[in-house]
T-cell receptor, first 112, second 116 residues
């Protein structure tokens, strides 16, 4: 079992819709979670981090964390074609290593 | 404010050679980590340095090594290159030490290594 799992996609949504990206993690000790966006040929760019159960909003982006279900999600409202990218979920391991472990990413396509 | 700078951007090496990649973190960032990214394996953690000390190491062979200098700049070295080492090598820096709840990396543009 991978430590951080994501559906590889592609997830295709029409412009203006809400895109919902999901991630599960196996390490119950993980406390901090991150969402990165990576455009093709570019390096990952940090969108948001979350470490408390519940929702965290930043502009069009909302991160949701449910530690009991070991589930993290990212909602993108009013999706734009420029949001088309691979979205990477990452978690800091709960052991003393504090490694940041990435999922394999979900490719999002926003159709004009 | 300058971002994370990686040099060189592109590199072509022959199997069996060694290579050194360089990373300059954002000013004030003391934590530097290295990742290998390939289409098949995604982002794989190599190692992390904080205040010149290697704090964490991923599951890579001993051919992969690194170090961090007193100014937080970091280098990684790969010896006896293999074809499978062809990848994008990413460096990332963070202002907080490991364990801080806001621990998050800013990535550099990466070094694209091709081994032929």
């Amino acid at each position: 079992q991978k430590e951080v799992e994501q559906n590889s996609g592609p997830l295709s949504v029409p412009e203006g819709a809400i895109a919902s990206l999901n991630c599960t993690y196996s390490d119950r000790g993980s406390q901090s979670f991150f969402w990165y966006r990576q455009y093709s040929g570019k390096s990952p760019e940090l969108i948001m981090f979350i470490y408390s159960n519940g929702d965290k909003e930043d502009g069009r982006f909302t991160a949701q964390l449910n530690k009991a279900s070991q589930y993290v999600s990212l909602l993108i409202r009013d999706s734009q074609p420029s949001d088309s990218a691979t979205y990477l979920c990452a978690a800091i391991k709960g052991d003393s290593s504090y490694k940041l472990i990435f999922g394999s990413g979900t490719r999002l396509l926003v159709r004009p | 404010k300058a971002g994370v700078t990686q040099t060189p951007r592109y590199l072509i090496k022959t199997r069996g050679q060694q290579v050194t990649l360089s990373c300059s973190p954002i000013s004030g960032h003391r934590s530097v980590s290295w990742y290998q990214q390939t289409p098949g394996q995604g982002l794989q953690f190599l190692f992390e340095y904080f205040s010149e000390t290697q704090r964490n190491k991923g599951n890579f062979p001993g051919r992969f090594s690194g170090r961090q200098f007193s100014n937080s700049r970091s280098e990684m070295n790969v010896s006896t290159l293999e074809l499978g080492d062809s990848a994008l090598y990413l460096c990332a820096s963070s202002p907080e030490p490991p364990g801080h709840p806001n621990y998050g990396y800013t990535f550099g543009s990466g070094t694209r290594l091709t081994v032929v």
